[in-house]
């Protein structure tokens, strides 16, 4: 995953289904006050805290993509509820790396270097084999994905045509799946003892969580200034 914006529109996505009937399945099993703790704080003002230009959607010529922090914060709040990720250390370092990853939710799409990576993209920019994992996470998209395999998307049978890696990834950049996106990843792609480093210290945890799982330097000046930002909204010491 890098930061890397917008490459075609969106597909829409036939038959009918309950986008967040993954997360509610998840969140039963939630515990209540985790939950409320969750759901209490302002997310919108939590993620233009962490942003560092808030430009207005509209702003770019990629509109179709960008979304509000108020627009963004009930999915992202969910998505976490969803995935267990109780912890605010857990919690600032995906919304940190979301914020960069997608130009502060102006982008959902690959696009940089142009013409941008097909099959790259959600809130987390993450790369096609991650997002064909997420597709078959999700109950509702599961079904349009099954015939499709990890090797495919690889490239280990010459791989797909850009076109139906694009199909994958319109499935996950819907608003309740591309804003859950980081969640996932941290929940179900990251080893646990990751998590753990981030839930006691929290800037050695950042540090890992980068290196270890999103396969970046997490002391680079710019994705270090959105978890400082992060931080300081969720007032972590």
């Not at 809130?123 to 395999?149: C, D, E, G, W």
């Amino acid at each position: 995953m890098r930061f890397a914006p917008a490459l075609v529109a969106v597909a829409a996505l036939g038959g009918s289904y309950s986008p967040l009937a993954p997360f509610a399945a998840a969140s039963a099993s939630a515990s209540a006050s985790t939950t409320a703790t969750t759901q209490d704080r302002d997310w919108a003002q939590i993620i233009t805290a962490t942003f560092k230009n808030n430009k207005p959607c509209g702003a770019t010529a990629n509109d179709v993509d960008c979304r509000t922090p108020a627009q963004a914060a009930p999915f992202v709040a969910q998505s976490f509820s969803a995935y267990g990720l109780t912890c605010p250390a857990e919690q600032a370092a995906v919304l940190a790396v979301m914020a960069l990853e997608s130009g502060e939710f102006h982008y959902k799409h690959n696009m940089f270097p142009p013409p941008g990576r097909p099959g790259q993209g959600t809130a987390n920019m993450q790369s096609p084999l991650f997002n064909l994992r997420y597709a078959k996470s999700i109950p509702a998209v599961a079904p349009h994905v099954a015939n499709v395999t990890e090797d495919m998307v690889t490239g280990g049978g010459n791989g797909l045509p850009a076109a139906e890696l694009n199909r994958i990834l319109a499935l996950v950049t819907v608003d309740e799946y591309n804003f859950g996106s980081g969640a996932w990843f941290m929940s179900s792609q990251c080893a646990k003892a990751v998590r753990n480093v981030l839930r006691r210290t929290p800037d050695q945890g950042w540090l890992q969580y980068n290196a270890q799982c999103v396969g970046v330097p997490g002391d680079d000046p710019d994705r270090l200034a959105y978890w400082t930002r992060a931080k300081a909204a969720m007032d972590i010491k």
